[in-house]
């Protein structure tokens, strides 16, 4: 059973930067294609970007463009998003998410296309 964990979310002001890790774990890593969703109070769960299991691609959401970095470890089992020049819109629970196999008719930018999902890790941007 595949388990997902997030973790690094806090309280930061605006201008600034945290990383959030998504350690995995109950399934070969790289086998994964690893997702970050973001849900605002009221609002839907938005795509902020997503990352192939080789690491070797990536997309962006358009709010994350220019400013997150997706990134993986597969040696240590990780994922990792950058979220740099936070602004207060930014704040919102943070997911990561993971598939092994894609439907062809969803895209990457789809949650119903990811089979698993991390609790959440609550990002809150100051002014």
């Known amino acids: 059973q595949v388990q997902l964990v997030e973790s690094g979310g806090g309280l930061v002001r605006a201008g600034g930067s945290l990383r959030l890790s998504c350690a995995a774990s109950?399934?070969?890593?790289?086998?994964?294609?690893m997702g970050w969703f973001r849900q605002a109070p009221g609002k839907e769960r938005e795509f902020v970007g997503h990352?192939?299991?080789?690491?070797?691609?990536?997309y962006y959401g358009d709010s994350a463009k220019g400013r997150f970095t997706i990134s993986r470890d597969n040696a240590q089992n990780k994922g990792y998003l950058q979220m740099n020049s936070l602004k207060p819109e930014d704040t919102a629970v943070y997911y990561c998410?993971?598939?092994?196999?894609?439907?062809?008719?969803?895209?990457?930018?789809?949650?119903?296309?990811?089979?698993?999902w991390g609790q959440g890790t609550q990002v809150t941007v100051s002014s």
């Open positions: 990352i192939f299991g080789s690491g070797t691609k990536t």
């Open positions: 109950g399934l070969t890593f790289s086998d994964l294609a």
């Open positions: 998410a993971a598939f092994s196999r894609r439907s062809a008719s969803l895209g990457i930018d789809d949650p119903r296309v990811y089979n698993y």
